[in-house]
């Protein structure tokens, strides 16, 4: 299993995510910028679906080390099959997969895959968020924390990230969820800083388009 970083260690410079990719030119160009996680959506009612665009192969093909397989209430057989085919290092379970998913998950994907399991955020309390992120599970390497929506996610829009400052995260987190330059400096008042933000709607021209001149600056901004 890949050893997730301490969350003490983690407040730094978070690292970078964009997910939503579809576009071979895009992608090269984000990892000659040093982009720290690609992520690619495997769910077909998403207008960023990856294989409307990349076959599994193409994806396999990609030279990175930290592409992310983004997944909704998918079973965890096709899963591990799409993981194995693309070359997947990361699972993003992004639907209603709870913790007996993901122990069953963990059995058929490759050791040293690496889960973030998704924690949706709508009008859940506190305490109610803690909750649920104490039944997670050990067999999670990092969380992440979204705006909940019927489409799960890509929306463009925040939630209260005040509410993380009234939890306990056990593990790092990456933040998600309606990021842009004009919201950067709120991530400055969280406690627990972000092990890395995960930007996607907020910097494209169409679905699955990215802006790449407006990550970089981005980039630039966060670090």
């Known amino acids: 299993m890949i050893e997730s970083q301490k969350p003490s260690a983690i407040n730094q410079q978070p690292k970078l995510k964009v997910c939503g990719l579809t576009q071979p030119e895009q992608i090269q ?5 040093e982009t720290d996680f690609l992520g690619f959506i495997f769910y077909e009612k998403s207008p960023r679906y990856a294989l409307n665009h990349l076959t599994l192969e193409e994806i396999s093909m990609t030279g990175h080390q930290a592409k992310v397989g983004v997944f909704v209430n998918e079973s965890p057989e096709k899963i591990a099959e799409t993981a194995d085919k693309a070359k997947l290092d990361f699972i993003q379970p992004h639907g209603d997969e709870d913790q007996n998913f993901i122990a069953e998950l963990r059995k058929m994907v490759n050791p040293k895959t690496g889960i973030i399991k998704v924690i ?3 009008a859940q309390t506190p305490d109610e968020l803690q909750r649920i992120i104490n039944n997670c599970g050990s067999m999670v390497n990092y969380l992440l924390f979204d705006t909940d929506s019927k489409a799960f996610g890509g929306t463009g829009k925040t939630f209260d990230w005040d509410l993380l400052n009234k939890i306990e995260i056990p593990l790092p987190y990456f933040l998600s969820g309606g990021i842009s330059e004009e919201n950067i400096d ?5 406690i627990q800083k972000p092990f890395a ?3 996607n709607s907020k910097f494209e021209t169409g679905p699955g388009m990215k802006d790449v001149e407006k990550i970089k600056n981005f980039k ?4």
């Open 120 to 122: 949706r955020i709508g």
């Open 197 to 199: 933000v995960d930007i």
């Open 220 to 223: 630039n901004k966060i670090r």
């Open 186 to 190: 709120g991530i400055r008042m969280l």
């Open 29 to 33: 160009e984000l990892i000659l910028m």
